[in-house]
Nanobody, 124 residues
Framework: QVRLVESGGGLVQAGGSLRLSCAAS????????MGWFRQAPGKEREFVAA????????NFADSWKGRFTINRDNAKNTVYLQMSSLKPEDTAVYYC?????????????????WGQGTQVTVSS
C-alpha cells in the first residue's frame, strides 16, 4: 500500500521559514517524480514545485520561484519543500504527490498518489 505522509506545517509569522517533508512508503520512491501542490480554502489545488526522480531537475510555479526550494533524499524516501520569506498568501494546505505520468508534473493528472496534506498558516 502506497503512503505519502506530509509533515512540517504549522503557524509562522510573515517572513519566516518552514520545511515541509513528505515521507513515502510502498513504492519505488527513486522511480517517481515528486511534486508539491497547495490548496487554499475555496480554491483548486495548484502546482508549487516538482522534482524529477534523480533530483537533478526541478520546476517551480512563478509565484514561488526564488522563495521555495525542493529537494529529495532517495535513501530516506523523502521529498522536502523549503519555504522561505513566507507571506500570508502562502497560507494553504500543502500536498505532496508521486507520479510517473510525465507532462512536466505541473498538473494534478501527472500524479498517481497523494498525501493527506499539511496545513501552513502564515500570519501577518
Amino acid at each position: 500500500q502506497v503512503r505519502l505522509v506530509e509533515s512540517g506545517g504549522g503557524l509562522v509569522q510573515a517572513g519566516g521559514s518552514l520545511r515541509l517533508s513528505c515521507a513515502a512508503s510502498g513504492l519505488t520512491f527513486s522511480a517517481y517524480a515528486m511534486g508539491w501542490f497547495r490548496q487554499a480554502p475555496g480554491k483548486e489545488r495548484e502546482f508549487v514545485a516538482a522534482i524529477d526522480w534523480s533530483g537533478g531537475n526541478t520546476n517551480f510555479a512563478d509565484s514561488w520561484k526564488g522563495r521555495f526550494t525542493i529537494n529529495r533524499d532517495n535513501a530516506k524516501n523523502t521529498v522536502y519543500l523549503q519555504m522561505s520569506s513566507l507571506k500570508p498568501e502562502d497560507t494553504a494546505v500543502y500536498y505532496c504527490g508521486a507520479g510517473l505520468g510525465g507532462g512536466g508534473y505541473i498538473t494534478t493528472s501527472s500524479y498517481d498518489y497523494w498525501g493527506q496534506g499539511t496545513q501552513v498558516t502564515v500570519s501577518s
